[in-house]
């Protein structure tokens, strides 16, 4: 059975798109059978693996609170033969609203994505910047959760509230969701506030904390407009190093062995 990991956290801007997109291509790049899923109403994971959301027909949203089967509403993907997408859509907005009065509201990701799990070797949800119904949806599904940390001064604001959610979410939802780590974002090597944040965080959370640290890096910002990961915009370049890394510590730590296919695609 695959694993369903979350990245969330509901401070903006601290990379949680970007580290779900890459994340997942970075898996599948090492032929770990992938799916990515945008839970987030602007769409930027549907639209940085190369889907423009205006042209998306059915999304997570039909799923939620159609009921449409998820299996009828995923994409291949062209960047990479093992990523595959759940896209969103902007009419998820609207989806907390109108699943309010919904029995069992907050496991409505939970019932589209559990029976996918034994497809995928991953499902990696990008959450939206909120501890909204939809994040709850997410982080009830999911096995584990990524934290995206950005090493500046406001790093660890919002990070307690969000602990205290996922121990609600234990407690009450999803007794098995577990804390896969907190990764460190948008580290400059040059400032001392970056390494001062480094060492808070490692301080604070030890073990929690993944030993992949990704940079500030030109080619991780320009990737979403040409709408591929940045492994497929420069490989080499130390944004994409850093995930195939992350990617490699999730794998180490998980003892994930690549699917039957993938392992007969790679022997070819």
């Given at each position: 059975?695959?694993?369903?990991?979350?990245?969330?956290?509901?401070?903006?801007?601290?990379?949680?798109?970007?580290?779900?997109?890459?994340?997942?291509?970075?898996?599948?790049?090492?032929?770990?059978?992938?799916?990515?899923?945008?839970?987030?109403?602007?769409?930027?994971?549907?639209?940085?693996?190369?889907?423009?959301?205006?042209?998306?027909?059915?999304?997570?949203?039909?799923?939620?609170?159609?009921?449409?089967?998820?299996?009828?509403?995923?994409?291949?993907?062209?960047?990479?033969?093992?990523?595959?997408?759940m896209?969103?859509?902007?009419?998820?907005?609207?989806?907390?609203?109108?699943?309010?009065?919904?029995?069992?509201?907050?496991?409505?990701?939970?019932?589209?994505?559990?029976?996918?799990?034994d497809?995928?070797?991953?499902?990696?949800?990008?959450?939206?910047?909120?501890?909204?119904?939809i994040?709850?949806?997410?982080?009830?599904?999911?096995?584990?959760?990524?934290?995206?940390?950005?090493?500046?001064?406001?790093?660890?604001?919002?990070?307690?509230?969000?602990?205290?959610?996922?121990?609600?979410?234990?407690?009450?939802?999803?007794?098995?969701?577990?804390?896969?780590?907190?990764?460190?974002?948008?580290?400059?090597?040059?400032?001392?506030?970056?390494?001062?944040?480094?060492?808070e965080?490692?301080?604070?959370?030890?073990?929690?904390?993944?030993?992949?640290?990704?940079?500030?890096?030109?080619?991780l910002?320009?990737?979403?407009?040409?709408?591929?990961?940045?492994?497929?915009?420069d490989?080499?370049?130390?944004?994409?190093i850093?995930?195939?890394?992350?990617?490699?510590?999730?794998?180490?730590?998980?003892?994930?062995?690549?699917?039957?296919?993938?392992?007969?695609?790679?022997?070819?």
């Open positions: 059975m695959g694993k369903i990991i979350a990245v969330a956290n509901q401070k903006g801007g601290v990379g949680k798109t970007t580290s779900s997109i890459n994340l997942a291509a970075s898996l599948a790049a090492l032929e770990y059978r992938t799916l990515l899923v945008d839970a987030d109403p602007q769409a930027n994971a549907t639209s940085g693996v190369g889907f423009d959301p205006k042209d998306i027909q059915n999304s997570i949203y039909e799923c939620m609170v159609d009921g449409i089967n998820a299996q009828d509403i995923i994409l291949q993907t062209n960047v990479l033969p093992h990523l595959d997408l896209p969103s859509h902007i009419d998820l907005v609207g989806a907390e609203v109108e699943m309010i009065n919904l029995p069992n509201r907050e496991e409505k990701m939970k019932d589209a994505l559990r029976p996918l799990a497809q995928y070797d991953f499902i990696i949800i990008d959450c939206s910047p909120s501890l909204g119904l994040t709850v949806n997410a982080l009830t599904a999911a096995h584990s959760v990524i934290i995206p940390v950005q090493c500046e001064y406001f790093a660890l604001e919002g990070l307690g509230k969000l602990l205290n959610t996922v121990k609600i979410i234990q407690s009450r939802l999803n007794e098995e969701l577990e804390i896969e780590g907190i990764l460190l974002t948008m580290y400059d090597v040059r400032l001392r506030l970056s390494n001062q944040v480094v060492e965080v490692k301080l604070h959370f030890q073990q929690l904390v993944f030993d992949t640290i990704i940079p500030r890096n030109v080619k910002s320009e990737s979403p407009s040409f709408g591929i990961p940045v492994i497929l915009h490989a080499e370049s130390k944004g994409s850093s995930y195939l890394n992350l990617a490699r510590e999730i794998v180490e730590k998980n003892s994930v062995d690549a699917t039957p296919e993938a392992a007969e695609d790679s022997a070819a």
